[in-house]
């Protein structure tokens, strides 16, 4: 299964931008990359997906690097609700379509 | 309102039981799966279903065992032969589309604790 790498954690302050990277280097032609955050005791939600192009969407966006090697998620101005772990995943369809997760990035917001 | 509901939120269990987890959507998803979460840790996955009637096991399906007889349901069984079993349990949909990647909705998930 390809693997991803973050930092264990990141710390950012309130209304500033946050860039939570993530090393995907062993990432497959038809793998796409997702992004999920969880809080504690709860389900991860999502946040956003990509295959090449870098996606926005009302969460978040996504810059994925040319050789789709590295990608990076972008929250423009974090609020103290954006404080969660947040999985950088990718989904590969050869095998189901299933995500499997790694460690994550706790991200904690400063007021 | 769509979605994925879990229960029990909370279950206790003795030694030597098994239990049944229970996973109902009506998204109309096809895809079903069950992760495993231990404190700190990333999610495992159990099992998988693309389509009714039919799974296949994930990264760590000893000692647990699913059945997908309906579309909306995907009930996980955690058998006593599960040696470590306390954990949080979570379940998840997806739309199978081969025009574009979806994603995945998570429910609620269920706290299982074996005494």
């Known amino acids: 299964d390809a693997k991803t790498t973050q930092p264990n954690s990141m710390e950012s302050n309130e209304e500033e931008p946050v860039h939570l990277p993530c090393n995907h280097s062993?990432?497959?032609?038809?793998?796409?990359i997702h992004w999920y955050r969880q809080l504690p005791s709860q389900g991860p939600e999502y946040v956003i997906h990509g295959l090449t192009s870098n996606v926005n969407n009302r969460m978040a966006s996504l810059a994925i690097a040319e050789d789709r090697k590295s990608s990076t998620l972008i929250l423009h101005r974090a609020t103290l609700r954006d404080a969660a772990v947040y999985y950088c995943?990718?989904?590969?369809?050869?095998?189901?379509?299933?995500?499997?997760f790694g460690q994550g990035t706790e991200l904690s917001v400063k007021p | 309102d769509g979605g994925i509901t879990q229960s029990p939120k909370y279950l206790f269990r003795k030694e030597g039981q098994n239990v049944t987890l229970s996973c109902e959507q009506n998204?109309?998803?096809?895809?079903m799966y069950w992760y495993r979460q231990d404190p700190g840790q990333g999610l495992r996955l159990i099992y998988y279903s693309q389509i009714v009637n039919d799974f296949q096991k994930g990264d760590i399906a000893e000692g647990y065992s699913v059945s997908r007889e309906k579309k909306e349901s995907f009930p996980l069984t955690v058998t006593s032969a599960q040696k470590n079993p306390t954990a949080f349990y979570l379940c998840?949909?997806?739309?199978?589309?081969?025009?574009?990647?979806?994603?995945?909705?998570f429910g609620e998930g269920s706290r299982l604790t074996v005494l």
């Open positions: 062993t990432i497959s032609g038809t793998d796409y």
């Open positions: 998840a949909s997806s739309i199978t589309s081969t025009l574009r990647d979806r994603e995945l909705f």
């Open positions: 995943i990718l989904r590969s369809y050869n095998q189901g379509g299933k995500l499997i």
């Open positions: 998204l109309n998803h096809d895809a």
